[in-house]
């Protein structure tokens, strides 16, 4: 199936960003600030101009379930998983192993819906599809080099820092799995696609304005900065060209 050949090379970058740490010993934090700008202007746009609106024609109620989705991925992120932010491999001191298991249990969950959410949007449209893939696909290799780093500093392990890396591919298949697994009720039931769209929607409006902008903002980097509106250019331009190979597509 397409979708999950989409899903596995989304996957494969978070592995790829774990071994990034460890291929080059002086990796750009520039380059990985600009990428993380990038994919917070296409998630938010993603967010603004296709799931919500999409979710909204749905079901009238689906704005109580985006709001949902913001909540619970905040709750996660500060209650499960407290020391855990972006940008935190630029740290140099060590992390207690409570403090890494609470960043990888989070990263886990991220990445979960990041699986989930390709496959939901797929099912809505193949356009929606592309765009949100290449959304996800520009923060995973930042996730995993992320993980593996705080792994890496806390344990002193490369083949741990990269069997984080592993295991956040592996949470993304299980949400991709587990959207699969209900696309039977997608099709019977249009109320659970709109929920799932919602929360999709909430979740990466939490990932770019949460995530991934505060850690931009904080490099004072204005050439960076601008790559946001670069990411909601890219965005654009994807539809735009999706939209004259649709017949193919389709």
Known sequence: MDVLFYVLTAAFANVLGGLVIFLKKNWSRRGLNGLMALSAGILFTIAIMDLIPEALEMHESSAVYIVLGFGLIFLFQHFLAPHFHFGEETHKHSHSKSATLGALLGMLIHTFFDGLSIVASFKIDERIGFVVLIGVLLHKIPDGLTISSIVFTSLGSKKKAIGAAFFLAISTLLGAIVAL??????????????????ITAGIFLYIATADLLPV???TEDRPIILFFFVGILIYFVLHWILELIAPVVH
């Open 181 to 198: 697994s209900l696309t039977q009720f997608f099709t019977v039931n249009n109320n659970l696609l709109s929920i799932a769209l919602s």
């Open 216 to 218: 931009v903002s904080a």
